[in-house]
């Protein structure tokens, strides 16, 4: 299949669903929030009852245009909403309010690790309900469905990329840029596995030079920027093995089955006549003046691609940089620390070893352990005192993370002030080397990689209190 590929051009878009982070749903005022009991969270509004009437949640218009403006959108001045028939049998009314022809954003781009992927639009729409499939049915799977309508009318943005990504790669970087993005201006929590973000990918093949996009197929039900990856590929393979054999692609949508590893044939593609749309008659059109998308710009946050940028300023490398603005959390703690005038690189060498490693074998986030920056910042203040060496600081950084203790607090009490006097790091030295006259000869016939053998003596009989480069300067005073 790898030969195969060389003869196609992949060409992927996406159509991803955020859940905004208002207090209540788009056009009622009951809440959204995940987890609670079902259908515990509905209004007469949400379950589409006779006479009521939609009112439309400024909050979410409001995370509508800033995201638009952090994906460098046009907002335009004006907007509306339409009704788009079509079944979902888990929202009541029949029917849901989207935007069509007029949506809130336009003609954006999101530049994603040097290529610039554009932005078609930005629009809001209620989202539909969520069906629990129960029971047991032998071969058949679920024998009976239960309807969970919490989810009903929460405020969604679809982000509806050009068709301009190449590769499965692509589509993932996008889609994890996208996810930072939404986190840091703080209109989605970009949990893919709650569903607060989910993705769509439209996917088409061509042959190599063509200028003519092949017959695409949409991908649903992916939850996950691996699965992301394996539906892509899997479709890719799938529809050249079509073409292959003489066969055309259909136009239609597929599920994405990650156990099966496969996508799965779901329905016939409708295009938008499919849907019916027609201007939402409960709902005016919407003006937005160039004051209140101004006054929206003003609250901008600094976005993951400056905040990257920022990092390497300071001296860290591409890869850590990314590794720490991946983290929202993360990066907030790290520009505390740095706003209390730590050391950058100590600051993030502690963050990217034995910090992240602690989290990770916890599975914690920074915010939920017990460290401060204002520790960290202690901490960093102490070796560069040379009062602890290096060592000593990521001996006692987990204990800082699990008790909240202070760093000098933890040094006072257990004694692990960094030895400076030369005269006592002599004394320790000479007696290493008379302890080993087999290496010190060893050395002085040109084995001067031994040296660090030596370092280590010293420092294991100091219990990594010496000073290192004291402890360096001595020994070869010594040997040679």
Known sequence: MEDLRDKY????????????????????????????????ETSPITLGMPGVLPVLN???????????????CEIPERCKFDRKQYFYPDLPK????????????????LNVKGKKIGITRAHLEEDAGKLVHAGADGLAGSSYSLVDLNRAGTPLLEIVSEPDMRSSEEARNYMEELRNIVRYIGVCDGNLEEGSMRCDANISIMPKGSKEFGTRAEIKNVNSFSALQRAIEYEIDRQIEIVEEGGKVVQETRLWDDNARETKSMRGKEDAHDYRYFPEPDLMPLKISREWVEEIRAKMPELPQAKRERYMSLGLSEYDASVIVEQMGLALFFDEVLKLGASPKIAVNFIMGEIAAYLKETKLEINETKLTPENLVELISLIEKNTISNNIGKQIIVDMMKDGSKASEIVEKRGLS???????????????????????????????QLLGFFVGQVMKETKGRANPKAVNEILKEILD
């Open 9 to 40: 051009e992949v060409v992927i878009g996406l159509e991803v669903h955020a859940q905004l982070k208002t207090k209540s749903k788009i056009f009622a005022p009951d809440g959204c929030e995940f987890g609670k009991e079902p259908n515990s």
């Open 94 to 109: 029949g029917y849901q309010i989207s935007q069509y022809d007029e949506p809130i954003c336009v003609n954006g781009y």
């Open 418 to 448: 960094q030895i400076s006097d030369t005269g006592a790091i002599k004394e320790i030295a000479q007696k290493v080397c008379d302890a080993n006259p087999a290496q010190v000869s060893a050395y002085k016939n040109g084995k001067v």
């Open 58 to 72: 400024k909050e979410a218009v409001n995370m509508g245009i800033l995201t638009g403006l952090a994906l460098n």
